[in-house]
């Protein structure tokens, strides 16, 4: 993929790779720090520190392949982001998870409808089956900005590409 993009787009790249590895980073620490933090590891703790720790390493992964510039790279990034869009609490099942800095933007319907905000960086949660009355749902802004971000990217490479192309055919 190098050859056929401009310097620019390349700086691009590594930007949202290092964003991403950053992002994947912190959260790996975060839950070395949990784990410091934990007295007793059950083997659900055990699991569910793996699952963590894995959706961290994606990020991470992802950032190296934006970093090689590889084929995939944006692909990857695309599913990474789209992960981190949407967080939720419903029936006591929840999901949230942030590789790099969020900004949300909620409903909490535990008694009424409130409307939450939330900043931070890197965080997960994954609950099965606690909490049956907590009600959430957010919308991570940065998120979708950062896949707006690779979307963009991800044309104009495509629109680089093409252009090389049929300049390489004159």
């Known amino acids: ?33 949990l784990l410091y933090k934990t007295t007793d590891i059950t083997q659900l703790v055990a699991v569910l520190i793996i699952v963590m720790s894995s959706f961290f390493c994606y990020s991470i992964f992802c950032g190296i392949l934006c970093l090689k510039a590889k084929e995939t790279a944006l692909k990857f990034s695309f599913i990474n982001q789209v992960l981190q869009i949407i967080g939720f609490s419903i029936m006591g099942y929840s999901f949230t998870y942030v590789a790099g800095i969020y900004l949300t933007i909620g409903f909490d319907y535990i008694e009424s409808f409130k409307l939450k905000f939330g900043v931070g960086i890197s965080s997960l949660k994954i609950s099965l089956n606690t909490d049956p009355d907590l009600t959430r749902f957010d919308i991570n802004i940065i998120g979708i900005l950062v896949l707006i971000w690779v979307d963009r990217l991800t044309r104009k490479i495509k629109q680089e590409r093409s252009l090389r192309e049929n300049t390489d055919f004159l």
Do not use: C, D, F, R
């Not at 056929?4 to 912190?26: D, H, M, P, R």
């Open 1 to 33: 993929m190098p050859k056929n993009i401009t310097t620019e787009t390349q700086n691009e790249l590594s930007k949202l790779g290092l964003y991403q590895i950053i992002g994947g980073a912190i959260g790996i620490l975060l839950v070395l720090w």
